[in-house]
């Protein structure tokens, strides 16, 4: 019988690639996002491509009644998911502490820590009263360990995704459920877009002069990750790409006239 995982956050970049790779391993695939028709788009691309079933769920993870009303809803097909993806948040503004508009606060506080707590809570439910274990993948960031300036609000959101792993690892230890951290650094998605509020130039430059990761490289690990053998599991991994150090050193080769 195939395996279902559910991916959040599928509507493009880290979310849309992953549930490319999990259709492409023989997952059946539950995506949600707010944006409808690319929901679709995809669920009906994957289901095409790969001989799978998908099920898009349009609905705000930042609502707890939307989230939970929208998987208690999931036909009874897709009810016994086996994988969850944790992989919808954002960042939003870029500003010092004492300038930062609390609108963007809200989205990174609802979206990263709530919206992540919502769907983990209900899907844990169902993972335990099935018995049967189960995996949940968190998609972090180096900013759940490290802090930078500009970004203290999102660095907070991100601390908290790590404590949130590894007290679910202890917690759901005893019903054979996985839990898996994976901390990217400069990943070239629509983040930069959605942080600097729609600036595409502003965007760009965080990847100037760098090659950086891709969504399809963090599906990759993710992949990986899920065909391990039922008694590894991988607590946490941190990747960055090669011209990245930390989240403040970065080699960018055009700076050094390379």
Not at 170 to 194: A, N
Request: proline content about 2%; hydrophobic content about 40%.
């Amino acid at each position: 019988m195939k395996k279902t995982a559910l991916v959040t956050g599928a509507t493009s970049g880290i979310g849309e690639a992953t549930a490319r790779i999990l259709a492409k391993k023989g997952y059946n695939i539950i995506i949600t996002g707010r944006r409808a028709g690319r929901l679709q788009k995809l669920s009906d691309s994957l289901e095409e491509e790969f001989g799978i079933k998908a099920h898009a769920l349009m609905f705000d993870i930042r609502e707890r009644y939307q989230t939970e009303s929208a998987i208690e809803a999931l036909p009874a097909h897709f009810r016994d998911i086996d994988l969850l993806v944790n992989n919808a948040g954002l960042a939003s503004g870029f500003e010092h502490i004492d300038e930062g508009d609390p609108v963007d606060w809200d989205k990174m506080i609802d979206t990263n820590v709530k919206g992540l707590l919502y769907i983990t809570r209900i899907v844990a439910q169902m993972m335990v009263k099935r018995d049967q274990g189960g995996h949940i993948i968190n998609i972090g960031s180096i900013a759940g360990v490290q802090t930078y300036e500009n970004g203290a609000v999102y660095c907070a959101s991100k601390h908290a995704v790590h404590a949130i792993s590894q007290g679910a690892r202890m917690d759901l230890l005893k019903h054979g459920i996985k839990v898996t951290e994976i901390r990217p650094g400069m990943v070239e998605t629509e983040f930069s877009i959605v942080r600097f509020h729609g600036d595409r130039k502003e965007a760009a430059n965080v990847y100037r002069g760098i090659t950086p990761l891709t969504g399809d490289d963090i599906a990759e690990i993710i992949g990986w990750i899920v065909e391990l053998p039922a008694h590894i599991n991988i607590n946490e991994i941190e990747v960055m790409p090669a011209q990245q150090a930390n989240a403040t050193t970065v080699f960018r080769k055009e700076e050094n006239n390379i």
